[in-house]
Each structure stands twice: as structure tokens, then as C-alpha cells.
């Protein structure tokens, strides 16, 4: 230590080095110049790692927040499948009754298969177990795989089911079980399949650029379950289990509730390259410019604070649009079941408060399978949307339409009459209303990119079904009511009104 000491002092000189001369020499303004340059230039390093930083942690804030509202719509979706599930197998029970006494009975399958069809548009297949699991007919085209049989055996012990992806040879699919717990009969499970197209959709609207939204599975190793593109057999992937790699660019993830996914999102490294590559470029510019380097950066926090509030509403645009495609139809952009029973309930309280009824119309479009099987589905949907269109031009601004599913919508009259639920004058008006425009000639216009137009003419009439209710009257009846009507109307020979069983 004393030697290294005795060596630093020797070294000292107390002459002035040229260097330190070369120093003294430049001009103030030099100095400053210089000075200035080093600060700017720390200044523009810190605030370029400052908005790498930000633009990070939006993103991530952006992921976690529209990660969370994702989940909790699907948590609901998922809820509510199993309640309509159970519904449907309370409103069909002697229908199901019927099939189990004799499970060779086509007909009568082929009766549940129409039934779930009209309930559920997405419905891929059934099966009905007894108490401990095991099917009580056999799936002779192989739509029940060994994974659903397993998943129902387990329900049947531990009464706990969770959600998951099922691979097919046909679809990939998840499934839904209802337990019969009516006393008088012999307890058995309903199990009913749906694609994951409606949970691809959510996916798909949420998903924010830049990012890619999948539902994972929440065990090892964890797979990919479902993508905006829709489930795992429509992404061309040889396997799906998730990459170290992979599970290193989820920027948040959240469970979901009733399954056994998590909601992830990924990042596109591309993406965040891009805004890092872009960013240098910017501050580049900024440093051979070194005159305009105040201004510029004053620019740029203008920019970011636009860019932060951009992705803030962006964020809310995309919570909207999830919500939006939650509840409304996604071809006829009519409000779809989910919503249209939210709105029927509030209708019967409002109803009860203020002793006004309302009616309930069922329409189902006739002649309209002859369209699908002649043209194809193309012209059945644009003949659908038409359909619509002449809807909602022919009620009232208060009234609702919905699509049921299918060929089947519904419309809701609110205070069609103030206190005498026998006197229809409104109902008649609006029905007949209804049934003229729906009869008029459907001109179809089919866009070919490779060749001309095709136009299609169609008629199609329409049966209506209605029911009026106040206060007193359940959801469910209601509906059944109206419901009856529709097919009374249907029996009388199609293109009539009937009201409570009773023609208006």
C-alpha cells in the first residue's frame, strides 16, 4: 500500500499538460455547445429506453385489463351455457323420457337433434349417460369421443366439471352437462357438445394489435386450446403444446372460471421489434438534427401521450366490441338470445309495475330450407339479413327483434295495450305488418369475384306465433306459449297469426 502510494505522487506534475492548454483555449459558446451536445444527447438516450419502457408497460397494462374482461365473458358464456343446458333438459324432459324407453327410435332422436338445433345454433352433438356415466345409446358415428365419456364418468363421482377442448376426428369441440334431478324419473346426465367458434369470436374482436389472445389449458404441459382462428384443429400446428419460448411472451394471463383454460396473451416480437426499430430511427433523426432537438422532443411526448391515450381507447373500443358480439347475432346484428331474455324479464317487470301487457311474437320463416338446399348457404344468410332488415322497418322504435337461432326470430311489444289483454288492435296491426313485408319477393343479389352476379328471387312467407303477458306471467311460459302459437299457425296450413290458440 505505501509503495502504491509513493507512485501516485511521483506522477503528479504541477505543469499545466497540453491538453489541459487545448481546453482552455475553446470559447465559451464552444463549451456550452459541447456541454449542451452531452446533455441532449444523455437526455435523448433516457427518454428512449423511458418510452421502450412505457410503450412495455401499456402494453402490458392493455393485456391485463382486456385479459381480465375476456375471461369474465367467457367465465359467463360458460355459465350460462350450463344454465340454458339445464333448461333445455327441463323443457324437454318427456320428450327425453320418451327417446330412453326406446333408444332405437330415430324419430325420436331426431326430434331432440331438431329441438337442440333450435335452442342452440352451434349444438354439435348429444349423448345421455345414466347416473355413473355410461351412455345409454350408442354413438355409432363417433361424435362422443373417449374423452367426453371419461369427463362424464368423473362428473357422476365429484359432481365437478370444468370446461376443456375435446379432439375429434370431426370437431374440436367442448361439452356442457345437465343433470335430470326430477324425482318421478330414473336420474341421468345431458351431455351436450358446441364448437368453440362463439369463444374464437370474443378471441378474435379482443384481440389488440400487436397481441394474440389464446385460451391455454392451466396444467403440464400447457396446450393450446383455442385461438381467434377457432379451435386447435383449425390452426395448423403439428404440436400444441406451448414452447418455453412461447410461454416467455405472455405479457398476462388470467384464469377462467368454470374451466380449465387460462386466458393468455402473447406478444408478437415482430411488433415490438418494429416499434423499437422505428423508436431509433426517430431519435437518429433527432441527433443529426441536433437544431430542431428541443422541439422534436417535445413532439415526441406529445406522441406518446397520444399513443397512451389512443390504446386507452382503443382498450374501451374492444370491451365494447367483446360485449357487443356477447350479445348480438353475428350475421343478422340483431340482439341474440342472451340479450333478448335480459330484455323480456325487464318487459314483465315493467309490465307488473305499470299493469300495461305486452306480446310476444314467434316467427319462423316458411319455405326457407328449400333456399339452402337449392342455392346454398350463402344465399339462405343474405336472405336471413333481408329478413331482418324488413324486421325492424316494420315495428315500432320501443319494440326489439331478435334471432332465436336458425330460421326462427322473436319480437317483443311493449304496451300493446293499456289495461284489456283481449282487445289487439296494435298486435293485429303490427303482425299483419310483419307478415306482408316478410311475403314480398326476395331479389338476392350472390357478389362472384370470378364471374358475374348471380341474382336469386325467392318467396317465403312467414308463421306467426303471439302471446300476450303482464306482470303475472313467467319467462317461461311465455315463450311457450308463443311458441305454440307459431306452430299452431304452422299446422294451419303456414303465412297466418294465431294468438294464444285462438286465430287474430
Known sequence: MNNSLNLTKKTVKPAVSPKTLRFKNFSISQLILISLSALIFSVLILIYF????????????????SGSEVANQISFILKERQRHVQ?????????????????????????????????????????????????????FEGYVGDMCVMDIKTYSKTKNYTARIHPNSYKFHYDVIAVSSNEEDKPYFLMVTFEPDELANILKVAQYPGHELMLITDNQPQLMEVTAKGGRDKTPRDDYRLTADELGKILASHPIQ????????????????EYRKSTMVYFGSFLLLFGLVIATSFKLLRKEEHLRHSA??????????????????????????????????????????????????????????PVNDTYGHVVGDLLLVEAAKRLISSVRDTDTVSRFG??????????????????????????????????????????NEAKEDTTVKHHCTVSIGAASFNGDDSYNDILKRADAAMYKSK?????QIWFDNAEV
Not at 368454470?258 to 415482430?270: E, G, L, N, T
Not at 311489444?413 to 316478410?438: C, M
Open 50 to 65: 423511458d418510452r421502450i419502457s412505457s410503450f412495455e408497460h401499456t402494453q402490458k397494462a392493455i393485456a391485463g385489463a
Open 87 to 139: 333448461l333445455f333438459l327441463e323443457d324437454n324432459r318427456s320428450l327425453i323420457q320418451e327417446f330412453l324407453v326406446d333408444t332405437e327410435n330415430d324419430s325420436k332422436f331426431e326430434d331432440i337433434q331438431h329441438s337442440l338445433r333450435r335452442t342452440f345454433p352451434d349444438y354439435f352433438a348429444f349423448t345421455i349417460t345414466d347416473n355413473q356415466g355410461v351412455p345409454l345409446f350408442v354413438d
Open 258 to 273: 368454470h374451466s380449465s383454460w387460462i386466458i393468455a396473451d402473447f406478444q408478437q416480437p415482430d411488433f415490438f421489434a
Open 312 to 369: 386507452e381507447l382503443g382498450r374501451e373500443k374492444l370491451l365494447t366490441e367483446v360485449s357487443k358480439a356477447a350479445l348480438y347475432d353475428s350475421l343478422t346484428k340483431l340482439p341474440n338470445r342472451y340479450l333478448f331474455d335480459d330484455q323480456l324479464k325487464q318487459a314483465i317487470a315493467v309490465s307488473k309495475r305499470t299493469k300495461c301487457y305486452g306480446t310476444i311474437l314467434f316467427l319462423d320463416l316458411d319455405n326457407f330450407k
Open 406 to 447: 336458425g330460421d326462427e326470430f322473436v319480437v317483443l311489444l311493449n304496451n300493446t295495450n293499456i289495461y284489456d289483454a283481449t282487445s289487439k288492435p296494435q298486435v293485429e296491426i303490427i303482425a299483419q305488418r310483419i307478415r306482408s313485408s316478410l311475403s314480398e319477393i326476395y331479389v338476392l343479389t350472390v357478389e
Open 491 to 495: 299446422h294451419q296450413g303456414r303465412n
